[in-house]
C-alpha cells in the first residue's frame, strides 16, 4: 500500500506529512447544491456534447471509427485545457489526458487519481433495437425529468461516465472550485474484446500513468439505485474440459452398452465437482481465499438484498449456496458450467456414441487466488477420478492405453482485486461518493464480474475502485441500451467530487 | 407361434402334417454348385441389372425419383411373371411383389414367405463423394474378383438385396429348380426416415400381406464375412431431458454461486443413471428383460469376437460393460446419451449461467420390454432424485415453487424382436443359409440396431428373420457407400437357397 498524507479541509493548510495529497478541501454541502443548480441549468448542452459522441460507431473491431472517437476524445479534452496524448495500440489508441492539480502549491506534491473509462462499445443487431438505431442517439421523456432516458450504444457503457467527466471539470470551473487533485484519465479502445493491448500499455507507460489510485468508471450502480463504491472485482478463468470416447461417433445400437459414452463420462465428472447447493468440492478450491475482514463483513450486511426480486424475475424457486445471500458469494470463487456439447439435441439428434463431449467453465476468482492455480486444482480432481489428462488433443496411443482421456484447457487468467476499505483513501472515496450523493453509498468488496483493475494494480502499483454511475437497467451489451438521465446528472457531481477529493486521514 | 408341417426332402413328397410347408425340395450340394457356376456366366448381365438400379437417384425425400424407383421395380419383377401392386402411401409407393410356389400342389398349403428390403436411400453430399458421383455407379476392379466393389448410393443399402431376389429366381428357372414356397416381397419406399407409413400399409394389406414367416433383407453380414442369421433387434425409444435454470442466461459474474446452473444438475442426473461400467442403474431397467434361453448362450458364445479390432480402430482402452461381450451387451438394455447441450462451448463460449440444459437420450431395448414403461422408470428416476417432471414446457410458477424441474419427453417407441433360435422354422433357415454358403453361419440372437421386425409381428403375427448379405464395410449411410461383388454373388445363392426352403421338421 502507499502512504497518505494527512490533510485538513483547506487549499491552504500545510499538510503534516510528506507525500501526496489533495491540495484542496472537498465538496461542501453548500457546493453540491451550486454544482446540481450548474447541471440543471447546463443539461442541454451536457446532452448535445453526449448526443455528439454517441452518434460516432464505436463497435470495437471498426478501427476507422475506433479512431474518429480517439479524435472527438482529443478535441473534447483539449478544449478543456487538458494536455492529451494517443497511446498507439493495434488495437486504436489508448486516449490519455492529464488535467494538473490546480491552486497553490503544497509542500507534498497533489494526489494522483487514475481515472478509467473505455470508448469502445459491443457489437450492434440494428434489426433488434426497438427505439432506435443504435447510434441515432435518442431521448425519451422530457430533458427536465430523470427517469427520461437517452437510447444508443454505449449510452450507458461506457461513454457517458466519460462525458459526466467532462462536464464535472466545466462545472467546477464555472463555480470557481479548484480540483485539488492531478486527474489523470485513460480510455480504453478495446473494452469489449478484452483489453488486449491494456498491459502492454501500462506496462509501456508506466510513468505517464503514475498516479495515487485508481478510479474504474464502468459498469451500473447497484440495482436499488444507490451510489456504489466497488472496491474489487472477481477474477476469471476459463477452462475447458474434453472427454473421449470412440474415434467416430458410433451406432448406439451396434455399440451402445458397450463403447465408452464420452457424454456420461463428462457428467460424472462435472457431478463430481460440486454438491447439490453449488459447493465446490474440488479439494483446494477455498485455500488461497483472502478471508473477508470484519468491516467488510459489516459492509456486506448492510447492502441491500435484491434476492427475492431476483428470484421473481428470474423464476429461481431455490438458489444455490445453502442460504447464503449473494453478495456473501460473489466473495466466493465460483465453478460454472457455462456450455455443454455433445453430439446433437433436438431435431438434430442422431442415434449415436458421441465421440467427444466438451463443458466450457468458468472458474470466477476472488483475492489472492493465482487463477492457473485453480485449473491445476481442477486437473488434479479429474487425475484423482481416474482421468489421464492432457493439454493438447491426446493421440490414438494415448487414446488407446487410456480408459478415461480428459483434455483440460485454459484460457488466460485475471486475477481478482479487492482493495481494503478500511484503509483512509478507501475511507475518503466513500467520503467523496457520500458528499456527491447526500446519501449513504452501498459498499460493495467484490462486484461478481470481472474487470482490469488487477492489471493496475499489478502493473502500475494501484488501489483500485469502482465508481460507476450508470443505472442497472441499461441493457448493457445488448439492444436498446440506454442511459437514465438522473444517473447522468448524478454522475457529474459524483467526478466533481473525486476532482475535489477528500482529507486523506490515517487510521489513529 | 404358428405350426410348421414335416416335408421329407422331395418335391414329390406328401406332407405328413396339414399346414404351410415348402413344397420342394431345398437346395442341395450339387445345385448349389450348378448355381455357383451359372451366376458366374451371368455376372454381367446381374451388373448391368444393378447398375441400372443404382442409377434412378432414390434419396427418401425425392418423390418423383422415389416413383420412377417404384415403375422400375414393378417392370424388373413383371419380366419374371410376378404380380406387383403398387400399395400407395404418402411416402411413396410400397411395391408389393408376389412369386407363387411352383410344383404340383401338395395337400398342404406351401411355406409363404415375406421377403423386405427397402428402395430408398439416405440423403447424398455429392462432394463428398471421392470414387464416383452417387447416383453413377463405378465397378472398381475386375468383374470377375469377389473383391471389386461397386460403389453407388444404394449400392449396399439396400437395393442389391432386391437385384439379388430377382437374380436368384432367374437362376432358379434357368436351372429348372422350383420355387418350393409362395413368395411375397414387400419393397419399402421410406425405410432411410422411418418407415412412417409402414404400419398403416401392414394393418391395410394384412391379407395380402399373410405369410409364415418374414425375412428381413437389410443390414451387413457379421464383420468377419461370415453368412448370418439374425432372430432379431433391439427396440428403441428415444428421450429428451431438458433442466431448467434461470429463466434466462444471466452473467456468471455477477450470478455464478447463486443462480442454480442447469447443466450441473442435468449432469448430477445423468450420472446418477448409470455406474462407470456403463450398467443403468434406474430402478427397474433390467426388470422386463426376457433372458437368453441355453441356445441363444451357446449361440452367443460362438460368434466369432471382434472387440480387439473395434478397439484397435475406435481407440478404446476399456470397453463399458465389465468384461462382458459385445454380443452378451447387444442383448440387454442400453442407456446412452446421444448428446448434450447447454450454453455454448469453444470459440462461442460466453460466461453466462445457462438457462437450460438438454440431454438428448436413446434406450435401446430387448425383447419383451414396453418402450414408454422404460421411459416411465427413468422418469420416476428423476422424481428420486427431487426432480419435478413435466410433460411440456414449464410455467413461471412451475419454475419459481420448484427448485429442480425436468422435462422428460419421449418419442415413438419401437418395441424389440427376437425369434426363437430353436424352433422348427428357425433351424430351417439356419439350414437354408448354411447350404446356401456351405458352412455354419453367425447366428446373432438379437441385432444391435433397431429395425421394423417388430412391426411384422406386432401387425402380421410373423416370426421374423434377418438374412443380409452386403459387406460390413459398405460405407451405409455416408459417402462413397459400395457393394463387395463377392457379397453380391453370395447373396444370389442365398436367396435362392430361401426360396426352395428346406423341411421345417417339428422338434422332437
Same mark, same amino acid.
Given at each position: 500500500?502507499?502512504?497518505? &498524507?494527512?490533510?485538513?479541509?483547506?487549499? @491552504?493548510?500545510?499538510?503534516?506529512?510528506?507525500?501526496?495529497?489533495? *491540495?484542496?478541501? &472537498?465538496?461542501?454541502?453548500?457546493?453540491?447544491?451550486?454544482?446540481? /443548480?450548474?447541471?440543471?441549468?447546463? #443539461?442541454?448542452?451536457?446532452?448535445?456534447?453526449?448526443?455528439?459522441? @454517441?452518434? @460516432?460507431? =464505436?463497435?470495437?473491431?471498426?478501427?476507422?471509427?475506433?479512431?474518429? =472517437?480517439?479524435? %472527438?476524445?482529443?478535441?473534447?479534452?483539449?478544449?478543456? #485545457?487538458?494536455?492529451?496524448?494517443? @497511446?498507439?495500440?493495434?488495437?486504436?489508441?489508448?486516449?490519455?489526458?492529464?488535467?494538473? %492539480?490546480?491552486?497553490p502549491a503544497t509542500a507534498a506534491p497533489p494526489l494522483t487519481v487514475l481515472f478509467y473509462a473505455h470508448y469502445d462499445g459491443q457489437p450492434v443487431d440494428p434489426a433488434r433495437w426497438r427505439v432506435t438505431p443504435p447510434f441515432q442517439p435518442k431521448l425519451v421523456g422530457a430533458p427536465d425529468d430523470p427517469e427520461s432516458r437517452i437510447y444508443a450504444r454505449s449510452a450507458s457503457d461506457d461513454k457517458s461516465p466519460i462525458i459526466a467527466m467532462a462536464a464535472a471539470v466545466d462545472a467546477l470551473a464555472a463555480l470557481g472550485l479548484t480540483r485539488n487533485v492531478d486527474a489523470k484519465f485513460i480510455f480504453d479502445p478495446e473494452e469489449e474484446v478484452g483489453s488486449p493491448h491494456l498491459e502492454a500499455t501500462l506496462a509501456g507507460h508506466a510513468g505517464l500513468l503514475a498516479a495515487d489510485l485508481l478510479i474504474f468508471a464502468d459498469g451500473p450502480v447497484y440495482p436499488t439505485g444507490a451510489p456504489t463504491v466497488v472496491f474489487g472485482t472477481r477474477g476469471i478463468i476459463t477452462v475447458e474440459i474434453t472427454v473421449y470416447g470412440p474415434a467416430e461417433p458410433v451406432h448406439s445400437g451396434h455399440y451402445g452398452n458397450w463403447a465408452p459414452n464420452p457424454a456420461e463420462k463428462l457428467a460424472r465428472l462435472l457431478s463430481s465437482m460440486k454438491d447439490a447447493q453449488g459447493h465446490v468440492l474440488v479439494d483446494g478450491f477455498y485455500d488461497q481465499v483472502r478471508p473477508l475482514s470484519a468491516g467488510e463483513k459489516r459492509a456486506l450486511a448492510r447492502v441491500p438484498p435484491v434476492e427475492d426480486e431476483l428470484r421473481r424475475r428470474l423464476l429461481i424457486a431455490r438458489p444455490d449456496g445453502g442460504g447464503r445471500s449473494l453478495q456473501e458469494l460473489i466473495n466466493l470463487p465460483s465453478l460454472n458450467v457455462r456450455g455443454l456439447n455433445s453430439g446433437w439435441v433436438g431435431a438434430e439428434a442422431r442415434t449415436i456414441v458421441p465421440a467427444t463431449a466438451t463443458a466450457a467453465i468458468d472458474l470466477r476468482l476472488v483475492r489472492d487466488i493465482v487463477p492457473e492455480d485453480q485449473v491445476d486444482l481442477i486437473r488434479a480432481h479429474a487425475r484423482r477420478l481416474g482421468f489421464f489428462v492432457v493439454m493438447d488433443e491426446p493421440d490414438a496411443a494415448t487414446r488407446r492405453r487410456h480408459p478415461l482421456? %480428459?483434455?483440460?484447457? /485454459?484460457?488466460?487468467?485475471?486475477?481478482?482485486?479487492?482493495?481494503?476499505?478500511?484503509?483512509?483513501?478507501?475511507?475518503?472515496?466513500?467520503? %467523496?461518493?457520500? *458528499? &456527491?450523493a447526500g446519501f449513504e453509498p452501498v459498499l460493495l468488496p467484490t462486484l461478481g464480474g470481472t474487470g482490469p483493475l488487477s492489471r493496475f494494480e499489478d502493473l502500475l502499483g494501484l488501489p483500485t475502485y469502482g465508481v460507476p454511475m450508470v443505472n442497472s437497467d441499461n441493457n448493457q451489451h445488448a439492444p436498446d441500451e440506454n442511459l437514465r438521465l438522473g444517473n447522468l446528472w448524478d454522475g457529474i457531481l459524483l467526478y466533481a467530487s473525486l476532482l475535489r477529493f477528500p482529507a486523506v486521514t490515517p487510521a489513529p
Open positions: 500500500m502507499r502512504r497518505f &498524507a494527512l490533510v485538513v479541509v483547506s487549499c @491552504l493548510a500545510i499538510s503534516l506529512y510528506p507525500g501526496p495529497s489533495p *491540495r484542496a478541501a &472537498a465538496l461542501e454541502p453548500d457546493q453540491r447544491q451550486e454544482l446540481t /443548480q450548474w447541471v440543471a441549468t447546463h #443539461g442541454d448542452d451536457i446532452l448535445e456534447e453526449l448526443t455528439a459522441f @454517441l452518434r @460516432l460507431p =464505436n463497435v470495437s473491431a471498426d478501427r476507422e471509427n475506433i479512431a474518429a =472517437n480517439a479524435r %472527438a476524445l482529443q478535441a473534447m479534452w483539449e478544449r478543456r #485545457g487538458a494536455q492529451v496524448r494517443l @497511446l498507439p495500440g493495434d488495437g486504436g489508441p489508448y486516449v490519455f489526458v492529464h488535467l494538473p %492539480a490546480q491552486g482421456v %480428459a483434455r483440460i484447457t /485454459q484460457g488466460a487468467g485475471t486475477r481478482a482485486a479487492r482493495t481494503p476499505m478500511d484503509t483512509p483513501l478507501s475511507q475518503a472515496i466513500i467520503k %467523496a461518493v457520500r *458528499r &456527491a
